[in-house]
């Protein structure tokens, strides 16, 4: 596997932990509005610069010795 191949799968977990995380919390609000008044806002999906910041620090983690 290439460099370039690794840095993407790195992309590719970041972002799949970046959408695991919003769903997360989007089933928490979904679940919070259907059962009380007081409504709780929905998450804003991650932005390319959130999903750039969590592969920054599995690269980081990874590359650690």
């Known amino acids: 596997m290439t460099p370039y191949e690794l840095r993407f799968e790195i992309f590719k977990q970041a972002y799949g932990?970046?959408?695991?995380?919003?769903q997360a919390n989007y089933n928490l609000a979904e679940m919070w509005n259907d059962r009380n008044d007081v409504k709780m806002e929905y998450p804003d999906f991650?932005?390319?610069?959130?999903?750039?910041?969590?592969?920054?620090?599995?690269?980081?983690?990874?590359s650690s010795k």
């Open 17 to 22: 932990q970046a959408q695991d995380e919003f």
């Open 46 to 62: 991650p932005t390319y610069e959130q999903i750039e910041e969590l592969a920054n620090k599995i690269n980081n983690f990874v």
